[in-house]
């Protein structure tokens, strides 16, 4: 099957997030009816796609900061579909979603928002544990009190990226510098909320 035949083919734009773990993200968006939810690193909307019917139903504000020029997957066993705005423009129509879009490194966009005035935060990016570091010092203090954050590609095994930068392990480094232990994880995806 070529790319362009799997992208057209799926149900759901292509990415590693798994239905449980959409089943996750979706729990956290019912946590805060009327809530503003920020995703860092949104590829092509697959993750997006799981809590957007929920969202919608509950009011949400849903923000996607991404740079869209990712080069190259994280995962050398897959052929990816390029990391295209305009791909996931058109899977946002596909899906009916009403997103809005930031074009802007994770770290810089935290500047947009006010403190305390977002319900949910989702990260994806780069999965480095500087980075990860980074967008949680700048991202933090926007978050509301009780709100969530959550992690995708916590805990990681190095065996999944095959050798390829040992540093897509180390989400869990970083959060657990943080926070200790995150208080829940259901497979990849670890959650702390804000006390
Ligand atoms: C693993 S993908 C995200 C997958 C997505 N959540 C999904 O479910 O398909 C990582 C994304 O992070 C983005 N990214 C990497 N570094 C970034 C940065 N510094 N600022 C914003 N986005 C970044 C990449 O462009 C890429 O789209």
Redesign the pocket.
């Known amino acids: 099957m070529t790319v362009r035949e799997w992208i057209e083919s799926e149900k759901r734009?292509?990415?590693?997030?798994t239905d449980t773990e959409g089943q996750a993200y979706i729990q956290a968006v019912k946590h805060y009816p009327k809530g503003v939810i920020v995703?860092?690193?949104?590829?092509?909307?697959?993750?997006?796609s799981y809590i957007l019917p929920a969202a919608k139903e509950l009011s949400c504000e849903v923000y996607a900061?991404?740079?869209?020029?990712?080069e190259k997957s994280?995962d050398p066993t897959v052929q990816c579909p390029p990391?295209s705005l305009k791909l996931f423009q058109r899977n946002l129509e596909r899906m009916n979603a009403s997103v809005i879009i930031i074009v802007?490194?994770?770290?810089k966009?935290a500047a947009q928002f006010h403190p305390e005035s977002v319900s949910l935060i989702?990260l994806?990016?780069?999965?480095r544990c500087d980075?990860t570091l980074r967008e949680i010092d700048a991202w933090w203090p926007n978050l509301k009190i009780g709100g969530i954050m959550l992690f995708?590609?916590y805990g990681r095994a190095s065996s999944y990226w095959q050798g390829r930068g040992d540093h897509y392990t180390f989400v869990k480094e970083a959060v657990d510098a943080r926070f200790g232990k995150p208080e829940q994880v259901t497979q990849s995806l670890a959650l702390v909320t804000k006390k």
Do not use: I, K, Q
């Open positions: 734009p292509f990415g590693w997030f995703e860092l690193g949104s590829y092509l909307g697959r993750s997006l900061v991404d740079l869209w020029n990712w994280a990391c802007s490194d994770s770290v966009a989702m994806d990016t780069t999965h980075d995708h590609d």
